[in-house]
């Protein structure tokens, strides 16, 4: 295996539903926009008309916890699945007309997908503080918490989200929970939904009891 098809063809074999699989319909946009400090706040008025919200601190955190979910998701997808790893730094996003991002793909490959993963993360989190004001040590949990649910999800150990984050100084370390033998994500960041929709808090929520959060957890 030595190129992208390759690596995408691998992936839809393992995992149908990945990230890049549907993208009819929606806008394919570079992820270098997401540095632009213009881009971002197009993206921070359309989350908070989607919300009805305008608390811009709470939003920023809001759209980076989605956003921080679909940013890396080629490469972690692509590098439990072959080894390899597509490049976060070449992502387009896919974004719904009213702005939410429903997929992501990547057009080549990296050698070093930890650090590549930590630059994006790090110009996109520049961008977002500026705009929002959200603080960016809080923006950095969300990444780390993204990153760590994303391997997850991608059917990976919790060591693949360890072992990329070393190579981000500025990642918290990844948290894990077994419950029913079952590794969960122990965040450590909040996405704030519950306070700009009023909503309950999510199942994981570090915002809650720890016995709580455990009961909700085991009851999945």
Same mark, same amino acid.
């Given at each position: 295996?030595?190129?992208?098809?390759?690596?995408?063809?691998?992936?839809?074999?393992?995992?149908?539903?990945?990230?890049?699989?549907?993208?009819?319909?929606?806008?394919?946009?570079?992820?270098?926009?997401?540095?632009?400090?213009?881009?971002?706040?197009?993206?921070?008025?359309?989350?908070?008309?989607?919300?009805? @919200?305008?608390?811009?601190?709470?939003?920023?955190?809001?759209?980076?916890?989605?956003?921080?979910?679909?940013?890396?998701?080629?490469?972690?997808?692509?590098?439990?699945?072959?080894?390899?790893?597509?490049?976060?730094?070449?992502?387009?996003?896919?974004?719904?007309?009213?702005?939410?991002?429903?997929?992501?793909?990547?057009?080549?490959?990296?050698?070093?997908?930890?650090?590549?993963?930590?630059?994006?993360?790090?110009?996109?989190?520049?961008?977002?503080?500026?705009?929002?004001?959200?603080?960016?040590?809080?923006?950095?949990?969300?990444?780390?918490?993204?990153?760590?649910?994303?391997?997850?999800?991608? /059917?990976?150990?919790?060591?693949?989200?360890?072992?990329?984050?070393?190579?981000?100084?500025?990642?918290?370390?990844?948290?894990?929970?077994?419950?029913?033998?079952?590794?969960?994500?122990?965040?450590?960041?909040? @996405?704030?939904?519950?306070?700009?929709? /009023?909503?309950?808090?999510?199942?994981?929520?570090?915002?809650?009891?720890?016995?709580?959060?455990?009961?909700?957890?085991?009851?999945?």
């Amino acid at each position: 295996m030595s190129g992208v098809i390759e690596v995408y063809v691998a992936v839809a074999t393992r995992l149908p539903y990945h990230v890049g699989a549907e993208t009819s319909g929606l806008t394919p946009t570079p992820v270098a926009l997401a540095t632009d400090v213009g881009w971002v706040a197009e993206q921070i008025r359309a989350a908070g008309r989607m919300y009805r @919200c305008g608390d811009l601190p709470v939003l920023g955190v809001l759209w980076w916890y989605s956003a921080s979910m679909m940013l890396p998701a080629p490469t972690v997808e692509s590098l439990v699945v072959t080894g390899l790893a597509l490049d976060p730094a070449a992502v387009t996003l896919h974004l719904h007309e009213d702005g939410r991002i429903l997929a992501a793909t990547s057009d080549s490959l990296c050698p070093s997908p930890g650090v590549a993963v930590g630059a994006v993360f790090e110009s996109v989190i520049e961008a977002v503080a500026e705009v929002t004001g959200a603080r960016v040590p809080t923006l950095w949990a969300v990444a780390t918490d993204s990153l760590a649910n994303r391997v997850l999800w991608s /059917g990976g150990a919790k060591e693949v989200a360890l072992s990329l984050a070393e190579d981000v100084p500025e990642l918290p370390t990844p948290r894990f929970v077994n419950v029913n033998g079952r590794d969960y994500v122990r965040r450590g960041s909040c @996405c704030l939904i519950y306070e700009a929709t /009023g909503g309950p808090k999510c199942v994981s929520c570090p915002r809650q009891l720890p016995e709580e959060r455990l009961a909700r957890l085991s009851s999945l």
